[in-house]
Every structure is written in C-alpha cells, then in structure tokens.
C-alpha cells in the first residue's frame, strides 16, 4: 500500500499554533478512526501523541491535538515550544486480508522558528 | 514500567545473516503483539510486520513479506527480526514496538537497533 501523505515541512514561531496534514484513502485515514500520530526527535525512537483520531495518551500535553475529514486527518500544535521542533508521523490502521496491517505517512518536519 | 529493550548495533557485510532482538518487561509479554518498523537514513517509518508471542501468530506486510522473519521466544520474552541474506539496501534503524491493547496503535517502543551493512 502507499504511504500516507504528509507537508515534508512545516514552521511557526513560539507560541503559535500549526498544523499537519495526512491524507490517505477510504481504504485507511477515511475508513477507521484509527489513525495516531507520533514525534520523533532526532536519534530517538518515535513516541505517541495521538491516537484513534484526536486521543492523548496519558502525559501527552494538551497542546497537542488530533482531528479527521473524510480522507484527511490532522494534528495540530498549539503554543509552539522550543521542545516541539521534531519529525511528525502519521499511521494508520488499514484492512487487508492480513487483518493487522498499518501504513505511516513519509514525516514532517516541525521547525520552531 | 513497560520497556522494550533492543540489542546493539549491527556492522555486516552483503550476503551475511542477522538476527536482532527486542526483549519485553515490565508486562505479560505474551498478551501484546510485538511489531518491528524500519527506517532507512533521513526517511520515514515504515512497519514491517508483526507478531503475538502468545502463539507465534505472524503477519508481514506485503513489501517484507519473504524478506525477513520474525519470531519470539516466549520463555525469554524476547522478540527477533532476523535475514538470512542481507543487502545494503537494509541498511537502516529497526525499532520494535508494542501496540496497545486495542492493536490500532504503538505505545511503546525499543531504542532501535541501527543495522549497517557494507563491503
């Protein structure tokens, strides 16, 4: 299957708010409200912000916020840190005749201006 | 505390085989589904497959399925990704992952097990 598609590059100054986009098809983002999204700081392993659309995983600030449209899900920042500058990804859980199957959207650099 | 430990990195040449490992602790290893996610220098996340210790049930996804194996040895609690001939196109870093109870998404994750395979 295709990776799902994100911006390669996203930027804002302290403060604000930003968003990312991940579209997908019927088949993933438009099709299960399973999609999560994950911060990945450089030479760290991923970590879960987001899950099953808009959730926040216990310790996750609540600056952090998820949403979904038809075949477009989202998550927004809101008062960008200094900390928030990383890699973004989105995934999400798919259908196929393997019954566990996810797909990662290729990333987006966050950078705080 | 749930943790995913991961073995060391890797340095080998074309042609050779390799087995990396994720040891679980910290929860009942054979309840959760352990996946593994690869991702190459300077790109993205891509999950390759994963597996429930409980019964060794396997499911690969499509772009791995026959490239790589994957097992885990319950006693141990111990999950493994393993080639039997690599390329250095496998150069990248391996993090194993656990999903959550629901197995939508990975809540925990190793440190990654960086593979480099080179002449």
Known sequence: ?113 | EVQLVQSGAEVKKPGESLKISCKGSGYSFTSYWIGWVRQMPGKGLEWMGIIYPGDSDTRYSPSFQGQVTISADKSISTAYLQWSSLKASDTAMYYCARPSAMVREFDYWGQGTLVTVSS
């Open chain 1, 1 to 113: 299957q295709s990776a799902l598609t994100q911006p390669a590059s996203v930027s804002g100054s302290p403060g604000q708010s930003i968003t990312i986009s991940c579209t997908g098809t019927s088949s993933d983002v438009g099709g299960y409200n399973y999609v999560s999204w994950y911060q990945q700081h450089p030479g760290k392993a991923p970590k879960l912000m987001i899950y099953e659309v808009s959730n926040r995983p216990s310790g996750v600030s609540n600056r952090f916020s998820g949403s979904k449209s038809g075949n477009t899900a989202s998550l927004t920042i809101s008062g960008l840190q200094a900390e928030d500058e990383a890699d973004y990804y989105c995934s999400s859980y798919t259908s196929s005749s393997t019954l566990l199957n996810w797909v990662f959207g290729g990333g987006t650099k966050l950078t705080v201006l």
